[in-house]
């Protein structure tokens, strides 16, 4: 291989260099003695290449026309002009060539024992040109010899298993894998521990740690891999891409969760009291009870008022203690779990609300590589090349500068979007509250009367309404929204999931004001098992008005989009919206675990047959969109709703009620007591009593938790701990600006060694 | 090592469960799949090779605009022709699964987008990526113009040491900040 490089290219940098600062001059020795210097010529350049001269600069001078020429033939999209043989040189150095051998047949190399040796040879007068032959053949054997030594020493050190599993996160092939394991855990079998001189007892500790991680190993696949819904998540991600498939997966997380929910409550609650009802049954079964709850299950396992204020089977199981705690355990979890949830998601991605414009990060992980279907494949190239077309031309063109009108116009248009909504969500709420205060004063009797319908309908009207409301109004906040013409795709979604969630939060809220202000005070028979009816009557209400919705609505939107509209394209899935609509039925079994533990079955039942309706839906009216949508921080940013208003405001009104309102006198774990809390009281006094050792516990608990000065030492301490932490990642943060800056520079450095090394080739 | 007739050993299923991401019916599924593609007289051979054409015709890969790259760069043929045995198309398979680590997958993405696996990423390769991203359609693609722009975009946003390409680290580093990128470097039969 000729070393054909001509010694009038130089770089770009170099040239500056020595352009711009005559004052800095470079020397080298004078390369007409060559033979003496061959010897120990690598080690002459090191020294010298800070030395002063003159001759580089007057050689380069006489040369520029060759040099013209040698740049056409660099390609028009090199950045810095290099030459050819500095790229070459560089593409042969041991930091590029070392990734590629790691992964190559490291069988193939460590078998050719012929191969050069690792010293650099350096005998000759041709020895630098010969550096680029070493360069690509020499240091690939070495490196690659280098690092099979070095892979399997470095695996002796550990324990089968563990060297396993570090062999198995490097990117090796599958061969190479099981020679080096071969190869660097053949001794090890040969020294199995029986062999050894150790004592009987310690052969029993070993034995049982390593059953207990090869089972704990063995175990952890068995959960990851507990698919539900497999194929069918496959096909629809194949179709749609990840942005959907977020949509299922957030309801197969909302299905475990209720399952867990019923579990607990089915083991402690419902399961004892079914084997021991109260009193034997009541009113006759007819249709409409599936839609009321009353009737034949007002009495029931389902509500508040069926479970007994005394003890079961005998003296053993205190219901009104297994009722007190079996929620606030239920709680309990279910806060830890989201907790958990929701930093794993904010560590996977903590830029939540910064939009990414980081163009780099777009082009290498936007292609998703699950979409098999060939429409969709051509879907998403179509999005990406439309996104990238966008961001170029702003890029291109600049800005666009808008006139003060247009400004003003678009503020208007703003403006009236947001009055409309606003008030759209306030006359929906006062509807609301106006109805279940009654203060319509209509009298729904004769109505019902005169059509022959039982009277319970009545009480339908109020959930009726609420998942009319619910329905209507995304539409028009949709509508809304397209009007407004936002520019960033990710604003339109933020702000539309921002008016959805505050039209939920404000109905649950009024709802929640009235069933905990108003119904107690009314005086009824039991008005938990009447908040729980209305729960559960609101549940199921807005399940029949989803199904109908996706079964006819979706189905009508797309023939009127298709016939009328004239649109080419099927309508989008609407992934905000769903969410929120899950988000709400989540919310409301929450609460409603109190008055009816058996709400967490309905909303289960509820889920699967959402799933295999929205799916269904999905394939035949719906397509991918062309839009781009984030996933992942739509992901954390749905977790969060879970969490913040969901979660903690369901929490705060079960607190409020379970400390503050009197519980009905006549039914329920609770009656005859001030506060279901003094319940909890009473049942804790009276596990104290049964078991002195308890006694300690709640000495504790009135130490530490009831006592306002830990509480103030353990956040001061919180506080700090934050303090820091922020300060330890600023810090971080300069420190990698610094080391992005060296790193420049000794890319710098780089080139201008190669450089000197080309000249003194010449 | 290798698999003989159309059963795997216990032993070689063990091993590769550990030396592997994939799951023990992943391995099982992915057997079955591959026993498919095979000839009626190879399907007894030891290391049996397909070639890239049948390759290309399973049903994960058939419209993905990389496919080529994925069997070049998990291929060990000596003929560099993107054949694969079992063993390379589990490594393939593991690489793109669930439980695959950042890193493999990231080492992996940047062969794939090597296109002429020199070890870097230059201006030719970005190119070349971003032609197989947007599509070969006539108004997908991009103009000269906009590809200037956005390579110089890419280089000046992930070229650290500023030597006109994305080395492995450098794209390792890009990635990093990319939240959605493990999740969208997924095959799964």
Known sequence: ???????????????????????????????????????????????????????????????????????????????????????????????????????????????????????????????????????TEGLNFCAAENNMDQLVSSLQGLSVSEGTRKLRAMPLSLADKIEIRKVAFSLKTESSFIGRNIPCYTHLSMYISTTWRHCLFSCLPVFSSFKLWHSALKTLSGRYGTGVLSYFLFLRTLLFLNLLLFVITGLFLI???????????????????????????????????????????????????????????????????????????????????????????????????????????????????????????????????????????????????????????????????????????????????????????????????????????????????????????GTRVYVSVFRNLLLKVSVIGVLCYHWLKSIPANGLKCWESFVGQELYRLLVMDFIVTVVYTLLGEFLWRVFSQTILQKKRKPVFDIARNVLELIYGQTLTWIGVLFAPLLPAVQLIKLIVLFYMKERSLILNCQASRKPWRATQMTTLFICILWFPSFLGTVVTIIYTVWIIKPSENCGPFRNLTTMFEGGQMST?????????????????????????????????????????????????????????????????????????????? | MGTTASQLSKESLSEYQELTFLTKQE??????????????????????????????????????????????????????????????????????????????????????????????????????????????????KLSSTEMKQLISNILEESDIDKDGTVNLSEFQHVISRSPDFVSSFKIVL
Not at chain 1, 319 to 328: D, E, N, Q, V
Not at chain 1, 688 to 701: F, N, Q, T
Not at chain 2, 58 to 67: A, D, Q, T, V
């Open chain 1, 1 to 135: 291989m000729d070393y054909n490089v001509n010694i009038c290219e130089t770089d770009i940098d170099y040239e500056n260099l020595a352009d711009g600062e005559p004052a800095q001059d470079f020397s080298f020795n004078p390369i007409n003695e060559p033979e003496t210097s061959t010897q120990n010529c690598p080690e002459i350049l090191e020294m010298e290449v800070f030395k002063e001269c003159t001759d580089v600069q007057s050689n380069r001078s006489s040369s520029t026309s060759d040099e013209s020429l040698d740049r056409e033939e660099i390609s028009h999209l090199q950045r810095h002009g290099w030459s050819a043989a500095t790229v070459k040189v560089l593409a042969s150095m041991p930091s590029r060539t070392a990734e590629l051998n790691k992964s190559r047949r490291v069988r193939y190399q460590a078998s050719s024992h012929e191969s050069p040796h690792c010293s650099r040879p350096v005998q000759g007068a041709s020895v630098l040109a010969d550096v680029e032959e070493i360069n």
């Open chain 1, 271 to 489: 399961f004892p009291q079914a084997i021991y009802p109260p009193r034997s049954s009541k009113a006759d079964f007819s249709g409409i009870e599936l839609l009321t709850g009353t009737g034949y299950f007002s009495d029931s396992l389902m509500f508040y008022g069926y479970y007994s204020n005394g003890t079961l089977h005998g003296d053993q199981y205190r219901m009104p203690a297994a009722y007190f705690f079996t929620i606030g355990f239920t709680l309990f979890i279910i806060c830890i779990i989201l907790v958990y949830r929701l930093s794993k998601s904010f560590g996977k991605n903590f830029q939540v609300l910064k939009s990414n414009e980081n163009l780099a990060v777009k082009v290498f992980s936007c292609w998703d590589f699950k979409v098999s279907k060939k429409i969709s494949v051509r879907l998403q190239s179509e999005k990406i090349s439309t996104q990238l077309k966008e961001q170029l031309s702003e890029m291109i063109k600049g800005e666009d500068k808008k006139t003060c009108m247009q400004q003003l116009r678009r503020l208007i248009v703003h403006l009236l979007a947001w009055t409309a909504c606003l008030i759209s969500i306030f006359l929906g709420t006062i509807g609301v509250h106006y109805l279940s205060e009654n203060k319509f004063n209509f009298n729904f009797k004769t109505i019902l009367q005169a059509h022959n319908l039982p009277e319970d309908t009545e009480l339908l009207v109020l959930s009726a309404v609420v998942s009319g409301i619910n329905l209507l109004l995304p539409g028009f906040f949709n509508l809304c929204v397209w009007a407004e013409k936002y520019e960033s795709p």
């Open chain 1, 685 to 762: 006094r009276h596990l104290e009593d049964a078991h002195p050792i308890l006694k300690w516990l709640s000495w504790v608990y009135d130490c530490l938790v009831d006592n306002p000065v830990f509480l103030f030492l353990a956040s001061g301490v919180f506080l700090m701990v934050i303090y820091f932490q922020a300060q330890v990642v600023d810090g971080q943060r300069k420190i990698v600006s610094r080391l992005e800056k060296q790193i420049e520079n000794e890319g710098k450095d780089k080139k201008f060694l190669i450089a000197k090394l080309q000249d003194l080739c010449k």
């Open chain 2, 27 to 140: 391995i099982l599924l992915a057997h079955k799949r591959f026993t498919e593609l095979l000839e009626k007289h190879e399907k007894d051979q030891i290391d049996a090779r397909v070639p890239m054409n049948k390759i290309i015709t399973l049903p994960e890969l058939k419209s993905n605009p990389f496919k080529e790259r994925i069997c070049h760069v998990f291929s060990t043929s000596e003929q560099k022709d993107g054949s694969l045995t079992f063993e390379d198309f589990l490594d393939l398979l593991s690489a793109f699964s669930d439980s695959a680590t950042l890193e493999i997958k990231s080492h992996y993405a940047f062969r794939i987008f090597d296109f002429d696996d020199d070890g870097t990423l230059d201006c030719a390769d970005l190119e070349k990526l971003v032609n197989c991203l947007t599509g070969e359609t006539n108004d997908a």
